[in-house]
């Protein structure tokens, strides 16, 4: 592994976790970065998870002011999230090698797609449903948020786009609360994940961590988290997140064409 790989997907980390704390879709960045430098898609998976947690956190420390008056949501919102983590990183941790390089592709196309049609989709919703938190509502919330899990815990991508359109359509209007709730709820599923892949990675499938670029990763990720969530009240998340989804599509067509024409 050269400097310059350590450099390349150190910086790629750093913009991950401020675009994590920003809007969401960090993982589009740091996972093709890793993949770039020779990782497999499980490898790249796994050390991407573990590298951008500290991102969360960050982002998360840099949003505590903002979660005042919504500790209800979380204490609902939080187990559907570690238990569809838990189930999403098991499930990726079967699945084969080759599968999940397969996969990659559909995996960033999927992700794109969720970045770019999430705020109509959420309009829309409002529309029709307003703001009023039923019970039935609460169900549905927290369904949603168990499949959010098991997506995080499998991949990852989106997951913070996602969760905004949720809390959106629950009643939240202050972007950092929701931002800060999020990223609470990314470092909850995302942790749980971690876990998961530890577990595996000492009893049953060591090599998918690479160690030696997770830790200046989880460093640089940690101070992006932190310098997003001080930007996220000076730059516009649709403006990062359309760049975010210009970058996806453009990375889905290269994997697609890596993995089926080449």
Known sequence: M??????????????AGAINSIAGGGTLVSFPALLGIGLTGQQANVTSTLALWPGSM????????DLAGIKDFAKRLMPPSLIGGALGAWLMLITSQ?????????????????LAANDPVAKLLKKIHGHERTP????????????????????GAGIGILMLAA?????????????????????????????????????????NAKW??????????????????HMAHRVGRA?????????????AAWYFYKTYAI
């Open 212 to 229: 030696i670029l997770v830790a200046p990763m989880a460093v640089a990720a940690g101070l992006g988290g932190l310098f997003g969530s």
């Open 136 to 155: 039935g509502w609460w169900v549905a919330a927290i369904a949603f948020q168990f499949i959010v899990g098991i997506y995080g815990g499998y991949f």
């Open 58 to 65: 960050g982002g998360f420390w840099g949003h505590r002011e």
């Open 167 to 207: 809390l959106s359509l629950l009643g939240l209007t202050d972007i950092h609360q929701m931002n800060g709730l999020k990223n609470l709820l990314a470092m909850s599923m995302n942790g749980i994940a971690i876990l998961a892949f530890m577990l595996m990675e000492y009893f049953r499938h060591p090599g």
């Open 98 to 114: 080759k599968l999940f390089d397969q996969l990659v592709p559909w995996l960033i196309l999927v992700a794109t797609v969720l």
């Open 2 to 15: 050269s400097l310059l790989h350590v450099l390349t997907v150190m910086a790629a980390a750093f913009l």
């Open 239 to 251: 403006t990062v997140r359309y760049g975010v989804v210009s970058i996806g599509f453009l990375l």
